[in-house]
Nanobody, 125 residues
Framework: VQLQASGGGLVQAGGSLRLSCVAS????????MGWFRRAPGKEREFVAT????????YYADSVKGRFTVSRDNAKNTLYLQMNSLKPEDTAVYYCAAYSGTAYSPFQSSSSYSYWGQGTLVTVSS
């Protein structure tokens, strides 16, 4: 599956952005999907994940209550609504399709085989 992320930009602290990730190729609706981010000088970290049908979501503690992951399988699109943004949310955000087994942790980037190119989010203070 090919993934194309978009929607990043520059926003002031407290503002909002919505990221999108459009999938093509293999059947998008088969995959659990995730969002990760990499801040300057830091390792890539887990942000959020959603099951194939959108029935279950899970968030990193750092974004819980501020970010919402969703999907529209009819449009082959994954979303990340980001509210109450903070300067520490500044990062390149990546969408990814999960390819792990039942024992593969969905918070681990190694459980995802398909990645988008990333979209930069910059939050100014």
């Amino acid at each position: 599956v090919q993934l194309q992320a978009s929607g990043g930009g520059l926003v002031q602290a407290g503002g909002s952005l919505r990221l999108s990730c459009v999938a093509s190729g293999r059947t998008f609706s088969r995959y659990r999907m995730g969002w990760f981010r990499r801040a300057p000088g830091k390792e890539r970290e887990f942000v959020a994940t959603i099951t194939w049908n959108g029935g279950s979501t899970y968030y990193a503690d750092s974004v819980k209550g501020r970010f919402t992951v969703s999907r529209d399988n009819a449009k082959n699109t994954l979303y990340l609504q980001m509210n109450s943004l903070k300067p520490e949310d500044t990062a390149v955000y990546y969408c990814a399709a999960y390819s792990g087994t039942a024992y593969s942790p969905f918070q681990s980037s190694s459980s995802y085989s398909y990645w988008g190119q990333g979209t930069l989010v910059t939050v100014s203070s």
